[in-house]
């Protein structure tokens, strides 16, 4: 299972996230947790996935897509805590997640304007298959 935390409203934004994580993970069980975080709100964004997260199943995949760096060198990060996954930038939102383990993204082939899309999709896809 992978949800969505993002701060894109409705819009086909989020259909371009699912249809990678699809592509590459055709069973996939894609949940959106939510697309109403207030716009580059990185705090709201934190406590979102911080008070929904342990009510979805152990293994479940959190990809959060809140970026006002995306472009920029901020790291996008693999963390691990209580069973669950969480894959995201290094810009705070997952600051209240008590992180087990911790691995840095190191794919580069993305637009600088769309890691959601090109980074994190790819890789929550992979990690769950």
């Given at each position: 299972m992978i949800t969505?935390?993002?701060?894109?409203?409705v819009s086909e934004y989020v259909g371009a996230m699912k249809g990678v994580i699809l592509s590459l993970n055709h069973s996939a069980?894609?949940?959106?947790?939510?697309?109403n975080i207030?716009?580059?709100?990185?705090?709201?964004?934190?406590?979102?996935?911080?008070?929904t997260f342990s009510?979805?199943?152990?293994e479940t995949v959190h990809v959060v897509v809140v970026d006002p760096g995306v472009g920029t060198e901020r790291k996008g990060l693999i963390m691990?805590?209580?069973?669950?996954?969480?894959?995201g930038p290094d810009n705070g939102v997952f600051s209240l997640i008590d992180a087990e383990r911790v691995f840095e993204i190191t794919e580069r082939k993305a637009s600088?304007?769309?890691h959601g899309r090109d980074v994190f999709?790819?890789?929550?896809?992979?990690?769950?298959?």
């Open positions: 969505l935390t993002t701060d894109f409203g069980l894609i949940v959106d947790a939510t697309h207030r716009p580059f709100d990185i705090r709201h964004a934190a406590y979102a996935v911080y008070s009510f979805f199943p152990k691990e805590s209580a069973g669950h996954f969480f894959v600088s304007t769309f999709a790819p890789v929550a896809a992979k990690i769950d298959m």
